[in-house]
């Protein structure tokens, strides 16, 4: 089973982080935290667990740093010495059940939802916030218990049912989910922009400011002209291909890095005040602000840019301790609060019924007020994760947005059971049964995905290695001495500046 992890152990990530300064085949080496192996198949843990065979994964900005080991200890204290499966961006079909299994069934098609919890765990009684049905809260995921193996990186996972997302099926064409597959890949990312909108929703006709314009602060795009179409929406892009497709999405203006300090009080009307060292703060400003980087530099400036009462939502995250002029909390009233992925909304946003954001996240993408889909630019085979993880880290050059792994297009050679159990079907979109009660809804504006090249390259490396270059022929002796072989680096990867260059999130 071609499988990923991340072995997060102290000494591979001081070494990794030491030497990728200056070398970047230091991510893609054997003392790397980042392993690719390919291993026998394991037997379900438990008997309500499941195995499902992959379809689609997404590469998640989260991801990049664990590659890099470019985190600080003292804030992810929890994760040192963790093995880690990459990829919670899946979407997979169930193709094995436990015994006990009594909410899946074989050839239902899910969607990765939430990590170990209480219910996963078997705990006699689960946490306050297990108990209220935020698994993504769960205060006591550390419990010892049956350890999830793979994940979306992986030609399978085996996870406990209750951990997954069974894709409603769609009652204009029965025995299909009511989403394609590249709907639901970009499921995930959705309910974490879905889920950062509906911490604090904007009202009609407030100023709002998302900070970055990778996928989530697309998404987070999406999901507020759909929410609250009459809220005027600006965006703070780094790259020109970001301007452009956030600019069809809807955002009303554009925050350019170079003087936004001037720019953001233009575009609201505040007064800009600057302090005897000449640290800027405005009078004035946004009425809510999404931080979808999570640096220090975003975060600060976004307290600086809203107004007195005004709201700052926290989406981005990055691992290492932030330095922080918090002066406009408590001067100005501003009002900070974080978002940890999804959980449970209250939906309708006027009712006290409580559904998963994933549920509300696909109701809204079926009946086309959300089309994450969109942002899907480039296709890899698994076995192709170098030019994959290259792509990702030069989308100045790539223009890339949502990169993702398509079990379809890996080698059977590399793998011979990687393929899925039955041909996916693309489909373009869905309609859903029933409108949906909506304040304010409207369409998102329409856009336009952008390439989907992809090169394969074969490679059954048992760590991360350099991979063969193109047109090379695998030694007979290939699959097994693997650890032996030295080839060269891909040109991407070759091209790459020296020194760490991994982006801390999706949208910086």
Not at 290 to 315: E, F
Not at 324 to 352: A, K, M
Not at 362 to 367: F, P, S, T, V
Not at 472 to 499: C, D, F, I, V, Y
């Amino acid at each position: 089973m071609w499988i990923a992890t991340l072995d997060l152990d102290p000494k591979r990530v001081l070494v990794t982080s030491l030497l990728g300064r200056f070398w970047r085949g230091a991510y893609f080496s054997s003392f790397a935290p980042l392993q690719v192996q390919n291993l026998p198949r394991r037997p379900l843990p438990a008997p309500d667990w499941v195995r499902v065979r992959n379809r689609l994964a997404g590469i998640c900005g989260s991801d990049l740093p664990l590659i890099a080991a470019d985190v600080d200890p003292r804030v992810a204290v929890a994760l040192a010495g963790q093995q880690l499966y990459p990829g919670h961006e899946v979407v997979g079909e169930v193709i094995e059940v436990g015994d006990a299994v009594q909410t899946l069934e074989v050839g239902d098609i899910v969607v990765l939802q939430y990590a170990p919890h209480c219910l996963t765990l078997g705990v006699p009684t689960p946490c306050r916030a297990c108990a209220a049905g935020d698994y993504n809260l769960c205060e006591r995921a550390s419990q010892p218990g049956p350890a999830q193996i793979g994940s979306g990186w992986s030609e399978e996972m085996l996870v406990h049912e209750r951990q997954l997302f069974r894709l409603p099926a769609s009652p204009e064409k029965p025995g299909e989910p009511l989403l394609s597959d590249e709907q639901a890949v970009m499921l995930e990312p959705t309910a974490v922009a879905l889920h950062a909108v509906l911490r604090c929703p904007p009202q009609p006709h407030e100023r709002v400011l998302i900070i970055g314009a990778g996928t989530i602060g697309l998404l987070t795009l999406q999901v507020v002209r759909a929410l609250v179409p009459e809220a005027v929406v600006g965006v703070m892009a780094r790259h020109a291909f970001q301007v452009e497709r956030a600019t069809r999405l809807g955002a009303a203006h554009i925050i350019y890095p170079q003087d936004h300090y001037r720019e953001v009080a233009r575009v609201t009307g505040a007064e800009l005040i600057s302090g005897p060292l000449g640290q800027p703060i405005l009078l004035g400003g946004y009425d809510v602000i999404y931080d979808t980087v999570g640096h220090s530099q975003t975060l600060q400036d976004a307290l600086r840019w809203t107004r007195s009462g005004g709201t700052v939502v926290l989406v981005g995250r990055r691992l290492h301790r932030l330095h922080l002029d918090l002066t406009p909390v408590w001067s100005r009233e501003v009002n900070l609060i974080g978002s940890q992925t999804h959980g449970q909304e209250y939906w309708p946003p006027d009712q006290p019924r409580r559904s998963s954001t994933f549920a509300v996240a696909c109701e809204l993408i079926a009946q086309g007020l959300l089309a994450p889909e969109q942002l899907i630019t480039h296709r890899f085979a698994l076995s192709d994760y170098r030019h994959a993880l290259s792509t990702v880290l030069r989308r100045a050059q790539t223009r890339a947005i949502k990169v993702i792994f398509d079990y379809a297009l890996q080698p059977a050679l590399v793998v011979p059971n990687v393929r899925a159990s039955r041909m996916r079907r693309r489909q373009t979109r869905q309609t859903a049964p029933a409108a949906l009660h909506l304040p304010h809804a409207a369409p998102s504006a329409p856009s336009t995905t952008g390439s989907l090249s992809h090169t394969s390259v074969p490679n059954e490396t048992a760590s991360l290695g350099p991979a063969p270059s193109q047109g090379s022929s695998p030694s007979p002796h290939h699959a097994t001495n693997r650890s032996a072989r030295s080839l060269k680096l891909p040109r991407e990867e070759q091209e790459l500046a020296p020194g760490s260059s991994f982006e801390h999130a999706d949208d910086a």
